[in-house]
């Protein structure tokens, strides 16, 4: 069964500090790989996507990696500040272009002041 | 661009009440799907569509139906609500063809259902 794991479950860090969400997959023949924030109460926001044939995306202070072969991708996220609290939502599309996603439960982060 | 956009926000029904929550998006895009998100558990594929005329079921189907009439419009049906439907809907929607542009997919802001 294809399966999407997202570790830790929550994080609490200081303001300023770099960080990293993990995520992993069980199966390697991924489509793409795409990363949202959700704030409480809030609908996803997509932050990155990443294609499999790709290694890493970039936009401002947030980093998505993808190494397909040992199931995992990472999201740093540098200089964190207390708006970037959200959980995060990692989430596999298999089966092509048409094929579904399947979410991780996600990483809830604190950033505090 | 409205993007995707949900309607109602909030739901509360009773035991046995149909209703359908409505859910359109105006980026020309082949693929929608409904996930539902319920603490713990994470979101899960309700049903998606890759095209006018074409659905399918994902992981958690049953109690729920889907039509897609145009592009724009995939609205979900409770045939006959039951509390275990008391959940976060949400909507989404991607290109899914190769001519299209990126397969990232967008999201709508999500309904809230309680069942009674």
């Known amino acids: 069964k294809q399966e999407v794991t997202q570790i830790p479950a929550a994080l609490s860090v200081p303001e300023g500090e770099n960080l990293v969400l993990n995520c992993s997959f069980t199966?390697?023949?991924?489509?793409?790989l795409q990363w949202f924030r959700q704030d409480p109460g809030k609908g996803l926001t997509s932050l990155l996507l990443i294609q499999s044939s790709q290694r890493e995306q970039t936009s401002g202070r947030l980093n998505a990696s993808l190494d397909k072969s040992s199931g995992r991708s990472t999201l740093y996220i540098a200089a964190s500040q207390p708006g970037d609290s959200a959980t995060y939502l990692c989430a596999v599309k298999y089966g092509g272009s048409q094929g579904n996603l399947i979410f991780g439960k996600g990483t809830k982060l604190s950033v505090k002041p | 661009n409205a993007g995707v956009t949900q309607t109602p926000k909030f739901q509360v029904l009773k035991t046995g009440q149909s209703m359908t929550l409505q859910c359109a998006q105006d980026?020309?895009?082949?693929?929608m799907s409904w996930y539902r998100q319920d603490p713990g558990m994470g979101l899960r594929l309700i049903h998606y569509?890759?095209?006018?005329?074409?659905?399918d079921q994902g992981e958690v189907p049953n109690g729920y139906n889907v039509s897609r009439s145009t592009t724009e419009d995939f609205p979900l049906r409770l045939l006959s609500a039951a509390p275990s439907q008391t959940s976060v809907y949400f909507c989404?929607?991607?290109?899914?063809?190769?001519?299209?542009?990126?397969?990232?997919?967008?999201f709508g802001p999500g309904t809230r259902l309680t069942v009674t």
């Open positions: 989404a929607s991607s290109y899914s063809s190769h001519l299209g542009g990126s397969y990232e997919q967008y």
């Open positions: 199966d390697s023949a991924i489509y793409n």
């Open positions: 980026m020309n895009h082949e693929y």
């Open positions: 569509s890759v095209g006018a005329g074409i659905t």
